[in-house]
């Protein structure tokens, strides 16, 4: 490889585009439903980053490519890593101080973000994109970062090897199409319908297609050789006919795309990406109208401070959004989070990205960072705020990394039993023993009391000025199950003290999928006169098909859904596909806890998700009321 300089050719209507993909992302985390495809976003940036690098290095004549490898990766480095850092160290001492009871995850979470590994470690420590208990981690966006930083290590290697082995660009662009093709297929084979996608969502092997077809587009629509004398007006025609097209498309995946359906893993996200690659290859060009578009000042700006906004958008939103807001975002917190996110991506910008991307590292040591007490009256404000705030936000942080600093009352799904059955079985709560947090004495025992006991405890007195208190008990079914995921642990006991011969089946995270395999044991409860309570739909989306197979499971009985009131962006979608069940069917009944609960963030854990006291005897209450009124 030569040691000559990066042949760079900017191009305004890229930074259009960078704009749009980084408002979509934003706006699926800010949960609004016209965004329910705005993760799509990040493959747009992936596309884009593979075709930008390898037109970058790419020579025009020849196989030497145009850049050294320690230039490459020393001008890379500049670019992500500075403010990468500061937004890690950044939210973490804010973590410190106002969220210690994300501690315990976020440690693990930084040091992988560091290392830029975090996908994997989400991976290995099946950490859900979609799911977490109480707040999410507010690093998970870094894990798109990880994939493009492994990239950027290894493909410089993979191109110079394959173009000294292939030599001609043409025959190449099929080889890396190739590669693109079989990460696809990797994806296609390993994600299961109705369970998490997190493993392929975050995988470097499932979903490096999108780098590679850019990488593909780079040699087969070579930035560097794009001229408008080369066009007929015949071919300016289709050119900009297709790139309208392909922004259409994009537009519209971003509104009625979401993360559950099936076909974007197999085969979806691929086409979504050709589509990308063709909007990308249409606006590059110097015709092209949608081009000049694009190249709207606004969209420019926030184009070029896109990867600022990117890197700042998630912990703002995560640290700065109470739990019961998750999902149900308010306008007022979004806008002025918004706001925040754009200043803060300002200061990166000016203060961090662009200084050391055009100083160096050394430079920029020295300029903010070197402390001089000698000069200490005549350097900037800047400066002295910078010498001061870079100690000590690191002091925090290597203090917080090594544990000296104690964590808050963790709220997670470790802290509650993952089992619980009664009358099917013995009653038993089996505990997470290597993953459960210490409790005192006193709070043991009554855990323990409440669970293995269920059959001793008394009815709890009716308060007649308490409208949420649970009425008197009425057995009119000759047999009830219940059967549901963390909810349905915690109501287990009072449940069971309104009905003694009531058989429950509740399970931490369990899913849809899991309970249509759950379903044959309790084939017995398929009989006229019994009931069948399902309270599903807390961790996770269900495909139609599992749905139904559950619900035909119990084609006979009486069957009570129970919709969910979870901070999770797939709340809505559960709750509407349970109403469509029930409105299809007679002898489905909807329980709508939601609507009981929305209001009430009383009702439930620090986490969101799990229920207090009073939460229990709402629910409770809610079942037993349906369960009358249908017989």
């Given at each position: 490889?030569?040691?000559?300089?990066?042949?760079?050719?900017?191009?305004?209507?890229?930074?259009?585009?960078?704009?749009?993909?980084?408002?979509?992302?934003?706006?699926?985390?800010?949960?609004?439903?016209?965004?329910?495809?705005?993760?799509?976003?990040?493959?747009?940036?992936?596309?884009?980053?593979?075709?930008?690098?390898?037109?970058?290095?790419?020579?025009?004549?020849?196989?030497?490519?145009?850049?050294?490898?320690?230039?490459?990766?020393?001008?890379?480095?500049?670019?992500?890593?500075?403010?990468?850092?500061?937004?890690?160290?950044?939210?973490?001492?804010?973590?410190?101080?106002?969220?210690?009871?994300?501690?315990?995850?976020?440690?693990?979470?930084?040091?992988?973000?560091?290392?830029?590994?975090?996908?994997?470690?989400?991976?290995?420590?099946?950490?859900?994109?979609?799911?977490?208990?109480?707040?999410?981690?507010?690093?998970?966006?870094?894990?798109s970062l990880a994939i493009e930083e492994q990239f950027y290590l290894i493909w410089p290697l993979l191109l110079m090897i394959g173009l000294y082995i292939v030599q001609k660009q043409s025959q190449l662009a099929k080889v890396v199409f190739l590669g693109a093709i079989c990460s696809a297929l990797v994806m296609a084979i390993l994600y299961q319908p109705?369970?998490?996608?997190?493993?392929?969502?975050?995988?470097?092997?499932?979903?490096?297609?999108?780098?590679?077809?850019?990488?593909?587009?780079?040699?087969?629509?070579?930035?560097?050789?794009?001229?408008?004398?080369?066009?007929?007006?015949?071919?300016?025609?289709?050119l900009n006919s297709m790139s309208f097209i392909a922004l259409t498309i994009f537009l519209v995946s971003i509104v009625y795309v979401d993360e559950y359906q099936s076909f974007l893993y197999r085969g979806g996200m691929f086409l979504f990406c050709l589509n990308a690659a063709i909007l990308i290859a249409c606006v590059c060009h110097p015709v092209s109208i949608l081009g000049k578009i694009l190249a709207w000042k606004p969209l420019c700006w926030i184009g070029s401070r896109s990867y600022g906004i990117y890197l700042w958008h998630y912990p703002v939103m995560v640290l700065g959004t109470p739990i019961h807001e998750i999902g149900n975002p308010s306008y007022w917190r979004v806008a002025w989070q918004f706001v925040l996110i754009i200043m803060i991506a300002e200061l990166s910008y000016r203060f961090i990205e662009m200084p050391i991307r055009k100083?160096?590292?050394?430079?920029?040591?020295?300029?903010?960072?070197?402390?001089?007490?000698?000069?200490?009256?005549?350097?900037?404000?800047?400066?002295?705020?910078?010498?001061?705030?870079?100690?000590?936000?690191l002091l925090v942080f290597f203090t917080g990394m090594t544990g000296v600093v104690g964590e808050g009352q963790e709220s997670t799904s470790s802290s509650y039993p993952t089992t619980i059955k009664i009358n099917g079985d013995e009653p038993t709560a089996n505990l997470n023993d290597h993953d459960k947090q210490p409790e005192t004495d006193e709070a043991t025992t009554s855990k323990e009391k409440e669970v293995e006991d269920v059959q001793q405890t008394e009815t709890p007195k009716q308060d007649e000025n308490d409208v949420h208190a649970v009425p008197e008990k009425k057995e009119f079914y000759s047999g009830i199950l219940a059967i549901g995921d963390s909810l349905m642990?915690?109501?287990?006991?009072?449940?069971?003290?309104?009905?003694?011969?009531?058989?429950?089946?509740?399970?931490?995270?369990?899913?849809?999928?899991?309970?249509?395999?759950?379903?044959?044991?309790?084939?017995?409860?398929?009989?006229?006169?019994?009931?069948?309570?399902?309270?599903?739909?807390?961790?996770?989306?269900?495909?139609?098909?599992?749905?139904?197979?559950?619900?035909?499971?119990?084609?006979?009985?009486?069957?009570?859904?129970?919709?969910?009131?979870?901070?999770?962006?797939?709340?809505?979608?559960?709750?509407?596909?349970?109403?469509?069940?029930?409105?299809?069917?007679?002898?489905?009944?909807?329980i709508d806890w939601h609507a009981a609960a929305l209001n009430h963030p009383e009702y439930f854990a620090p986490d969101g998700v799990h229920l207090e006291k009073k939460g229990v005897e709402v629910l409770t209450n809610l079942i037993q009321q349906s369960l009358q009124k249908q017989n």
């Open positions: 490889m030569s040691g000559k300089s990066l042949n760079h050719r900017y191009i305004p209507g890229l930074d259009g585009i960078r704009a749009l993909a980084v408002l979509a992302v934003i706006a699926y985390h800010f949960n609004f439903s016209w965004a329910r495809g705005g993760f799509l976003g990040v493959d747009i940036f992936f596309v884009l980053s593979g075709y930008l690098i390898t037109s970058t290095i790419l020579p025009l004549k020849g196989n030497q490519l145009t850049v050294s490898l320690k230039k490459f990766w020393i001008g890379r480095f500049r670019r992500l890593l500075p403010a990468a850092y500061v937004m890690i160290v950044s939210s973490f001492v804010w973590t410190m101080l106002f969220h210690k009871e994300l501690l315990h995850t976020l440690r693990g979470d930084a040091l992988s973000s560091i290392f830029y590994s975090s996908n994997w470690w989400f991976i290995f420590h099946k950490l859900s994109y979609f799911d977490s208990f109480g707040s999410p981690s507010p690093l998970k966006n870094l894990w109705g369970a998490d996608p997190s493993r392929v969502y975050y995988g470097t092997d499932t979903r490096c297609f999108e780098l590679l077809i850019g990488c593909w587009l780079a040699l087969v629509w070579p930035m560097k050789r794009l001229s408008s004398q080369k066009l007929s007006t015949n071919h300016v025609k289709k100083e160096g590292f050394k430079d920029y040591y020295r300029k903010y960072l070197v402390f001089n007490k000698n000069k200490w009256e005549s350097i900037s404000l800047s400066r002295k705020i910078s010498t001061v705030m870079v100690p000590l936000f642990i915690d109501i287990a006991p009072t449940l069971h003290t309104i009905y003694p011969t009531i058989t429950i089946d509740g399970k931490i995270g369990r899913q849809v999928s899991q309970a249509v395999k759950l379903a044959p044991n309790y084939a017995s409860f398929n009989q006229p006169n019994n009931a069948v309570i399902l309270q599903l739909g807390t961790n996770g989306y269900f495909t139609n098909d599992q749905m139904d197979t559950l619900l035909n499971a119990f084609s006979n009985a009486d069957i009570y859904l129970v919709n969910t009131r979870v901070p999770r962006s797939w709340e809505a979608k559960v709750n509407e596909a349970l109403l469509q069940k029930a409105q299809e069917h007679e002898h489905i009944t909807l």
